[in-house]
């Protein structure tokens, strides 16, 4: 059986002493990170040349000779935030390369500040001993960190399967554990019912987040608009406080940091709400259909819309559509993607006819070669799926590009040089070598 890699969120809950100590790990983490941006942006200056990824690394046990306390944070830990790092300089050079312009050219990697409540820990398979589930219904259990000891975690769907990796984030007054595993594919565990509809086409927008061209559609729901008048209280009253405490150059006081939990709790709560809409809605529409036609959209084109760009970013298409990919792929779905430039609205999905561009006022019309009145998003849903059935004719080729899912670094054994992790053989326990990857622990 194909076995994917996939990923499990759970909430984590830290004693004191181990908060502590994870704290005093994303501070070591984010050290590491401001001595590559200083040290890369010397060499810069003087050579015109970047610091590569295997120089870099070599600073490490020099570093860790002059300030101790590096040695207590996993290794592997700093060796990713070189990688990040490296990463993040290698997409500001090919945007530079393409001549993108500078607002949407990614930027170099700047200096990292200090913010409570903020950052990560990358965790390796062999920082893991023990992953074990300590309820039979719920996704509860604890798990073993090596240096930080037993921490309690809680979520929605308990991983099965290898061991690859781990991240411990902190979000706000919340600690995120996350966990990548491979295993079959959730449709092997769960029962998924059979397709309804051979073909479905989606067209997506603003108003209604996806219209299918079977005629249901999908209401957008709006979660930064509905939470937008308590957020703007909440900022009001930190920024009040801010440029008090700046003007009178006071520190952050206990309460002025409450403001600030308070705004980011406001603002975690919209993206949940979002995230959790989106997985719902992919998973209906994969289980609906064999075969799924979607838009190959510019959301980034359409965000630089100024009287667009907060609902474009309210709706969150890129997300839906990606998830709609990898649940496709999982469920045995094909997924087809109409290119960018193909036109679908304006285009008469029962008689053919390629009409004039539509403005975006014009919500209905009729065409002029049969004379139906159409809808402008159900008959573009309708023109996606016309379009996905000449697909399917002509013999469905090879998946999309976006849909094929590449080997992640912790699932290869093999990594490029310069761009993964060390892998060397005396280093392997330090560094998180996943080539001897271990069941979970289920009890």
């Known amino acids: 059986m194909t076995e994917v890699v996939q990923a499990a969120t759970f909430c984590a809950y830290l004693k004191a002493q181990q908060e502590h100590e994870l ?39 020099i570093w860790k000779e002059s300030h101790p306390w590096l040695a207590e944070v996993p290794a592997i830990a700093l060796v990713d935030v070189i990688r990040q790092y490296c990463q993040a300089r290698s997409r500001a050079f090919a945007d530079l390369k393409w001549g993108l312009p500078k607002g949407s050219r990614a930027g170099f990697p700047k200096w990292r500040k200090r913010k409570a409540g903020e950052g990560s820990v990358y965790l390796a398979s062999a920082a893991l001993p023990d992953l074990t589930r300590t309820h039979e219904k719920h996704a509860r259990g604890r ?11 809680r979520g929605g769907r308990w991983p099965e399967g290898h061991l690859l990796a781990a991240r411990l984030r902190l979000d706000g007054e919340r600690h995120v554990f996350s966990v990548q595993f491979r295993a079959p594919p959730p449709k092997a565990r769960v029962p998924v019912p ?6 479905l086409g989606l067209d997506g927008g603003l108003s209604a987040l996806v219209v299918e061209s079977t005629g249901d559609s999908d209401e957008a729901p709006r979660h ?63 289980a609906k259909a064999a075969v799924i036609g979607v838009e190959d959209l510019s959301v980034k084109g359409m965000a630089r819309n100024p009287h667009l760009a907060k609902s474009v970013a309210d709706a969150g298409l890129s997300e839906l559509y990606r998830q709609v990919g990898y649940k496709a792929e999982w469920r045995g779905r094909r997924l087809h993607e109409v290119g960018r430039f193909e036109r ?34 159900h008959a573009a849903a309708r023109w996606i799926e016309r379009l996905t059935r000449e697909w399917v004719a002509q013999g469905m080729g090879e998946p999309a590009a976006g849909v094929a899912r590449q080997p992640t670094r912790g699932e290869t054994g ?9 892998r060397g053989a005396r280093r392997g326990a330090a560094n998180g070598d996943t080539s001897s990857e271990q069941p979970l622990v289920a009890a």
Not at 143 to 153: D, N, S, T
Not at 254 to 273: E, F, T, Y
Not at 414 to 422: A, I, Y
């Open 23 to 61: 704290r005093g790990w994303v501070g070591s983490c984010r050290w590491v990170w401001n001595r590559c941006v200083e040290f890369d942006g010397a060499h810069r200056e003087c050579t015109g040349k970047s610091i590569p990824y295997a120089d870099l690394t070599k600073w490490l046990p």
């Open 224 to 286: 930064l608009r509905q939470a937008e008048k308590k957020l703007r209280r909440l900022q009001r009253r930190w920024s009040r406080a801010e440029h008090a405490r700046k003007k009178e150059e006071r520190e952050v006081s206990r309460r002025h940091a409450r403001r600030q939990q308070r705004l980011a709790r406001q603002h975690r709560q919209v993206r949940d709400r979002r995230a959790d809409h989106h997985h719902h809605l992919s998973s209906a529409l994969t």
């Open 344 to 377: 679908s609205t304006g285009c008469c999905p029962d008689c053919g006819l390629v009409g004039p561009r539509l403005g975006l006022k014009v919500r209905v019309w009729t065409c002029y070669g049969c004379g139906r009145v159409h809808d402008r998003d």
């Open 414 to 422: 093999v990594q490029r040089r310069g761009l993964g992790l060390r």
């Open 194 to 199: 059979g397709p309804t509809v051979d073909v």
């Open 143 to 153: 798990a073993e960190v090596m240096r930080l000891g037993v921490i309690r975690i």
